[in-house]
């Protein structure tokens, strides 16, 4: 390839899903030129990377192993392989195995109608080459976006409190309003702030089954954290049946210690949900 990383061409594997497509947007507007391909559409994996100098693997979590096993042999030394799963343990080791490429695992946290990434999270885990991520990082950091650099089990941690159990415990919330059976229709004269902002997230979830699924099931570090928080919940129903109003407010004080005093910010911070 004649091309130099200031001015790649890059290809996004999974270009008409919703992160898919952020990339390749983002990447052109960005003043690089871009090849796609769809489930159905585009170039196949061999001629994607004899093209392009950067290819990023955008598909579903189920299905970016096998993509990464096919795509990654027809990539080599120079170029840069990566991709945007919500994992990434098991994800970089199969790009390592799967090609001599550099390798870079990235997570945007956010959603694909974020516009601008100015003050967005973005992670990188670097698993093999220097040059790549630089530019990559250098990208990112231009546009404003606050890049943090990790390795792919400290991602996959983190993830299991940010998604997994964060999301688990919205889907619980879910579950619990369904067995009362109360309508929406009805609470919607009687919602809070906080309230409504939580049945958005409900709704989010419940239009996506297969992705939130994904994410609480797959992560390796998801289940003690989940055994922890339905520990949390046994701790908290004791309370509540002996109305110990005293023994819930002293582990509201121990949070504090964490949520509240570590943060000078929010410990004035007295606003009614």
């Not at 994996?45 to 042999?73: D, F, H, N, W």
């Not at 990790?150 to 619990?176: C, G, K, W, Y």
């Not at 570090?221 to 109003?245: G, H, M, P, T």
Request: glycine share 8%.
């Amino acid at each position: 390839m004649t091309t130099t990383k200031t001015t790649p061409t890059i290809g996004v594997i999974g270009g008409n899903g919703g992160m898919g497509k952020w990339m390749a947007r983002f990447f052109r507007e960005t003043g690089y030129a871009v090849l796609t391909s769809g489930r159905n559409s585009g170039l196949p994996p061999y001629e994607m990377a004899s093209r392009c100098q950067v290819v990023v693997i955008a598909v579903p979590l189920s299905e970016m192993l096998p993509t990464i096993m096919v795509l990654g042999k027809h990539m080599g030394k120079g170029s840069l392989l990566m991709d945007i799963a919500s994992l990434k343990e098991k994800e970089t080791a199969a790009m390592l195995k799967a090609t001599t490429a550099d390798v870079v695992g990235c997570h945007p946290l956010f959603g694909p109608r974020v516009r601008s990434l100015k003050k967005r999270n973005i992670i990188l885990c670097p698993a093999r080459g220097n040059d790549w991520l630089s530019w990559l990082e250098g990208i990112f950091r231009e546009k404003g976006a606050r890049v943090t650099i990790t390795s792919p089990a400290r991602h996959d941690e983190l993830m299991a409190i940010v998604q997994a159990l964060n999301h688990f415990h919205t889907l619980n919330m879910a579950f619990a309003l369904q067995g009362v059976g109360t309508s929406l229709a009805e609470l919607q004269a009687y919602t809070t702030p906080a309230f409504s902002a939580k049945i958005t997230l409900i709704k989010k979830l419940c239009r996506n089954p297969h992705l939130y699924a994904e994410i609480i099931t797959a992560n390796p570090y998801a289940q003690e954290l989940i055994a922890n928080y339905a520990q949390a919940i046994e701790r908290q129903k004791s309370i509540v049946a002996q109305r110990d109003r005293q023994g819930l407010v002293a582990l509201l004080e121990e949070c504090q210690k964490i949520f509240v005093h570590t943060n000078p910010a929010l410990e004035h911070d007295k606003t009614p949900l």
